[in-house]
């Protein structure tokens, strides 16, 4: 089985930062691009990061660049999203999905998804 796990989200004031975690089974992270993506209420899901596989070079969507951090622990198989200056626009569900290039941010590229978890920054 293939698993992908988001953790991490909760409830955090503008202006404060918090860290996404996706722990991934039966699948070795380093072997896929790996995405981050949120979809808030009412909303199409929107693709925030990639980290791609063939060279690692970091993709942000232009809401977030020079806030959020895709950082990486081979050990544990875990890809992380620090946010910083978060704003009450980034409250959303966010996802972790794999996916074999950070060729295009359509979800439907990604063949594998975590459970999401809510962030929720308050004004």
């Known amino acids: 089985d293939v698993q992908l796990q988001a953790f991490g989200g909760g409830l955090v004031q503008a202006g404060g930062s918090l860290r996404l975690s996706c722990a991934a089974s039966g699948l070795t992270f380093d072997d896929y691009a790996i995405g981050w993506f949120r979809q808030a209420p009412g909303q199409e899901r929107e693709g925030v990061s990639c980290?791609?596989?063939?060279?690692?070079?970091?993709y942000y969507t232009d809401s977030v660049r020079g806030r959020f951090t895709v950082s990486s622990d081979n050990a544990k198989n875990t890809v992380y999203l620090q946010m910083n200056s978060l704003k009450p626009e980034d409250t959303a569900v966010y996802y972790c999905?794999?996916?074999?290039?950070?060729?295009?941010?359509?979800?439907?590229?990604?063949?594998?998804w975590g459970q999401g978890t809510l962030v929720t920054v308050s004004s």
């Open positions: 980290r791609s596989r063939l060279d690692g070079s970091l």
């Open positions: 999905a794999a996916a074999l290039s950070c060729r295009s941010w359509d979800p439907l590229s990604y063949d594998y």
